[in-house]
């Protein structure tokens, strides 16, 4: 098999692993990965405008409006005016979204020692270098440096 091609499918088999895992440790809140996601992201930054919490997730539609309907929904997040400007709608945690989102932290930790007890002690930074090279000219090595910068900023950098 071309390195390349095999490279490219474990690549993809290594994000659908995750992501199966993650939406797994989601299930008993009543969320999928991509929800607890949102949450946590609105946790960190918010109160953020839909287009501001698009940059932040990495979404198969590349915008998050039905995820975030689905939370508003499910009364963990608030839609309302900016103070500053009107016709900008900010999204924010309401109090049951904020309870929700620690044990989404709380459960993806668990999921993180999952990962590093399976790792061991390998270096990643050659994985992660190979992986910034590889996404360098896309909009999702932006994102990526943005969710860096916003872990950094909140503490949770490692």
Not at 42 to 52: H, M, R, V
Not at 73 to 86: C, M, N, W
């Amino acid at each position: 098999m071309d390195h390349l091609y095999e490279l490219a499918l474990l690549v993809k088999a290594g994000q659908r692993e995750l992501e199966r895992r993650t939406n797994e440790v989601m299930q008993p809140l009543g969320l999928t990965g991509a929800q607890a996601d949102a949450l946590a992201v609105l946790g960190q930054a918010g109160p953020l405008s839909l287009k501001e919490l698009g940059g932040l997730l990495i979404a198969e539609a590349g915008h998050p409006s039905r995820l975030v309907d689905r939370l508003v929904a499910a009364g963990l997040v608030d839609r309302r005016p900016a103070d500053d400007d009107r016709r900008r709608i900010e999204l924010s945690l309401t109090p049951k979204g904020r309870r929700l989102e620690k044990q989404v932290q709380r459960a993806r930790a668990d999921l993180f020692a999952l990962a590093r007890t399976l790792i061991g002690d390998r270096d990643l930074q050659p994985v992660l270098d190979f992986l910034r090279d590889l996404t360098q000219h896309s909009s999702f090595r932006e994102l990526v440096d943005r969710r860096r910068a916003l872990e950094e900023s909140a503490g949770g950098a490692k």
